[in-house]
């Protein structure tokens, strides 16, 4: 089982800042989820720095590395010093502190549609529920058929339309949010990334980093 604690964390990846307005959505797409759609599928890898609050005040920061399909790697900073690394079949929690793995199936992470090669916002097992459009940011709620998995808020800002957010609400109610900053998508990411070693010194090499 996982705990709240590895819940939060690993549902934040998958990612309100002001108040939505509620409209009707039918299984017809309209240009703005289209919009959405396309620029997700459009990125193939992306990399960035990530701040990660929950509504119970725990506040976090670290790097995010993704590689479409389904790899992905999240480093948080101390004095969280958590390690989640997924290599496309499986997801690798690891508890530095703790010295304590945990294997995550991608089916419990609410926010793994941004992992897919291809994102389908479909109406029936992912439908918009809300949207909210001003000239400086684009939001759109999403939820799943599977109510287990629970409701979730992309963020984008719209001069570049680029992913700034996402914000997921836990089985236990708890809002996390996290914030993307320095975002590169679609540069070279090194394969051992996405290899989970106990070990591990990938975060302090250079190639890494942004060229």
Do not use: H
């Amino acid at each position: 089982m996982i705990n709240l604690n590895k819940k939060t964390l690993t549902s934040a990846l998958l990612i309100a800042l002001c108040s939505y307005s509620t409209s009707s959505f039918s299984a017809t797409k309209d240009e703005d989820t289209i919009k959405v759609e396309n620029y997700l599928n459009s990125i193939k890898t992306m990399r960035a720095n990530f701040i990660q609050i929950a509504s119970n005040g725990e506040k976090v920061e670290g790097r995010i590395y993704i590689e479409k399909p389904n790899k992905i790697r999240m480093e948080y900073n101390a004095p969280s010093d958590i390690l989640i690394v997924g290599n496309g079949d499986y997801i690798v929690y690891y508890d530095k502190e703790l010295d304590q793995i945990t294997n995550i199936d991608y089916e419990d992470i609410p926010a793994a549609m941004i992992l897919a090669n291809t994102v389908n916002i479909d109406g029936k097992e992912l439908q918009v529920t809300d949207f909210y459009q001003d000239p400086g940011v684009t939001k759109v709620s999403l939820e799943y058929s599977k109510d287990e998995l629970g409701p979730f808020t992309l963020v984008f800002s719209n001069t570049p339309f680029e992913l700034k957010q996402w914000k997921v609400i836990t089985p236990q109610s708890m809002e996390v949010s996290l914030s993307l900053y320095d975002t590169v998508t679609d540069g070279k990411l090194d394969d051992k990334l996405f290899e989970f070693r106990k070990n591990d010194e990938t975060r302090k090499s250079s190639s890494s980093r942004r060229k």
